[in-house]
């Protein structure tokens, strides 16, 4: 079946625009999770959603960052106001249930900010 | 678990020797451990995993190991092949909180 996919593949923006980036997981899967990676680093999370729980924000950065996930599918990242520093590609991946599943990851976008 | 350190930041080896790399966690209840195989411009894949109540895991060439008296883990990457050259990762999640917290990745060159 289809993975998790994502879009924009890259996307440049100029310092100061919004950003929206989405991601469609796999279908079925009730977890949906958002990472970002910063150039030659490793995965930093950012949120995670769980069925119709409330979503776990803990790693945002900051409050420019916000995301949704509609009927328990799409899911889109905010960021307003951008800055250099966000720079980085974004990964969404999703699983089955939450709990100590294998996570699938998108191929990511990858976010220049000018 | 919040932190996770991962050693080497990069390790080269010889086509057909072992490749090992470690990682640290610092929170005891931390029950899962996957590690992720990411190759240049691809996304990361789930690799192996392993649990807490599981000292050893084998995969083929590939193996985990866990501590967790010394809370620590390692990936053992035996006959290597050009294939196995990526960056990997490995990560841990505490029980009743899954997000994964990720070490900072080993980027694996195996010589032909």
């Known amino acids: 079946g289809a993975g998790v996919s994502q879009s924009p593949s890259n996307k440049v923006t100029e310092k100061g625009k919004d950003v929206e980036l989405r991601c469609d997981p796999i279908?079925?899967?009730?977890?949906l999770y958002w990472y970002r990676q910063s150039l030659g680093q490793g995965l930093e999370f950012l949120i995670y959603f769980q069925g119709n729980s409330a979503p776990d924000k803990s790693g945002l950065p900051s409050d420019r960052f916000s995301a949704e996930r509609t009927g328990g599918s799409v899911s889109t990242l905010t960021i307003q106001r951008t800055q250099q520093e966000d720079s980085a590609v974004y990964l969404c991946?999703?699983?089955?249930?939450?709990?100590?599943?294998?996570?699938?990851f998108g191929p990511g976008t990858r976010l220049t900010v000018t | 678990g919040e932190n996770v350190e991962q050693h080497p930041s990069t390790l080269s080896v010889q086509e057909g020797d072992s490749a090992v790399i470690k990682c640290t966690y610092s929170?005891?209840?931390?029950?899962?451990f996957p590690w992720y195989k990411q190759e240049l411009g691809k996304r990361p894949q789930l690799i192996i995993d392993?649990?807490?109540?599981?000292g050893e895991k084998k995969d083929q060439r590939i193996a985990v190991t866990l501590n967790k008296t010394a809370k620590h883990f390692s990936l053992h990457i035996t006959e290597t092949q050009p294939e196995d050259s990526a960056v990997y990762f490995c990560a841990d999640e505490r029980s009743n909180d899954y997000k994964l917290s990720f070490g900072a990745g080993t980027t694996v060159t195996v010589r032909a």
């Open positions: 991946a999703s699983s089955p249930e939450w709990g100590t599943y294998e996570q699938y």
């Open positions: 929170d005891s209840a931390s029950n899962y």
């Open positions: 392993i649990r807490s109540n599981v």
């Open positions: 279908s079925g899967h009730t977890a």
